[in-house]
């Protein structure tokens, strides 16, 4: 969403910090991949729903990928629909669903963590188009000016209890 993400803020004196006005939404679906570090994403500025979900699916088959195909997903209710099953099956994509309230396991939300702090945490955006186009920006750059900060935060190396 466009809108005002403080970083830090403690001071004596009254800060006004600015703040664009108005709802607009800029959704992205992203899937990405656990080895090579490669980003497809989907976006829309309407809502996310099972039509968006099963286009990303479409773009991942597209990458003619010679080894099984395992998508991993949350448990959003427009994820776990009939439409996208049936269309995961069609693909021959495997959906594999993560426990529920367990984020850390999804390397996309790590993705998601590292472009806010990137492109959101203090910072103001004179409009929609700028602010889009910073989002966008930074998404492309995942296998180039941010590979080596990705490398870190992108591991499979989970914490077991």
């Not at 080895?35 to 088959?61: D, M």
């Not at 597209?62 to 069609?90: E, F, G, H, W």
């Not at 594999?96 to 990137?118: C, D, G, M, T």
């Not at 955006?125 to 900060?149: D, P, R, V, W």
Request: glycine share 4%; aromatic share 12%.
């Amino acid at each position: 969403m466009l809108r005002a993400y403080l970083g830090f803020l403690w001071c004596f004196a009254r800060v006004f910090v600015r703040a664009p006005s108005g709802r607009q939404r800029f959704n992205v679906l992203g899937a990405l991949n656990a080895i090579t570090h490669q980003l497809i994403t989907v976006t829309n500025e309407q809502y996310i729903n099972s039509v968006s979900v099963g286009e990303l699916l479409q773009k991942i088959a597209a990458l003619d990928i010679k080894t099984p195909i395992t998508v991993i997903m949350d448990n959003a209710r427009y994820q776990r629909c009939r439409y996208v099953l049936d269309t995961a099956a069609s693909l021959n994509i495997d959906v594999l669903f993560l426990p529920p309230y367990s984020p850390n396991l999804n390397l996309i939300e790590r993705l998601w963590k590292f472009v806010k702090k990137q492109c959101l945490y203090n910072q103001y955006y004179e409009n929609f188009q700028i602010f889009k186009q910073s989002i966008t920006k930074c998404l492309s750059e995942t296998t180039g000016h941010h590979q080596s900060a990705l490398h870190t935060l992108l591991t499979l190396d989970f914490q077991t209890f």
